[in-house]
């Protein structure tokens, strides 16, 4: 069997970490390259990398060869200090990344997205990230895998406030049987389904993973 090289985007993340860690447990997996804006307190010795420069992506073209790419970048408006600079790192430099490995002959690719995900959506991030979703299916990947997810529960200390209140929230209305489908998800639990799905869609196809998928 083919030992297999994955790319990971946001593996500083709470779920891209989740996806890094895995991946270095799986004999699958020979090479796990990581790119990042910052290196990572964390080393291994499949793990590879790279500190790059996202707004000038084309640089780093020779680096982006693999078999498959786990995309799970993303900030918010606070984060990125304003809308423009979220959909730089929602929007183009995913799609930029994702661009040059289907051009460099990466034949899977594996998306977290979001619930509610739709380029015509009225407000910025479901229109974003719907966009997103969009404009990856038209690339010439094997085989795309895209994960909606609803709101995700991430380690406390990346936590923030109103996440911890939208998801007491949501537990208790899922309690008594109300919006199912938005139950809070263990990012654990998102980074497994993705790579066990990447391995079983080999084929030639696009699907969508919506919550109650990944549940």
Do not use: C, W
Request: overall charge positive.
């Amino acid at each position: 069997m083919k030992s297999l090289h994955a790319l990971v985007l946001g593996a500083t993340g709470a779920t891209g970490q989740k996806i890094v860690n895995l991946l270095l447990q799986d004999d699958a997996y020979s090479k796990v390259s990581i790119f990042v804006r910052k290196k990572p307190n964390i080393g291994h010795s499949k793990l590879i990398v790279h500190e790059i420069d996202f707004s000038s992506l084309k640089n780093y073209k020779k680096l982006i060869n693999g078999d498959v790419l786990f995309s799970a970048l993303g900030t918010t408006r606070k984060e990125a200090g304003s809308l423009k600079q979220q959909y730089l790192v929602d929007y183009t430099y995913q799609f930029e990344f994702a661009k040059i490995a289907s051009e460099n002959g990466v034949s899977n690719y594996s998306l977290v997205s979001s619930i509610g995900a739709n380029e015509n959506s009225f407000f910025f991030y479901p229109k974003i990230k719907g966009k997103l979703e969009e404009s990856i299916k038209k690339l010439k990947f094997k085989s795309i895998q895209i994960f909606q997810p609803p709101m995700l529960i991430r380690p406390p200390e990346l936590m923030r406030e109103s996440e911890k209140n939208g998801i007491r929230f949501l537990t208790k209305l899922n309690k008594i049987g109300i919006l199912k489908a938005q139950k809070p998800l263990s990012v654990s639990i998102l980074a497994k389904k993705m790579i066990i799905e990447n391995k079983l869609n080999k084929t030639l196809e696009i699907k969508t993973y919506r919550s109650t998928d990944i549940l």
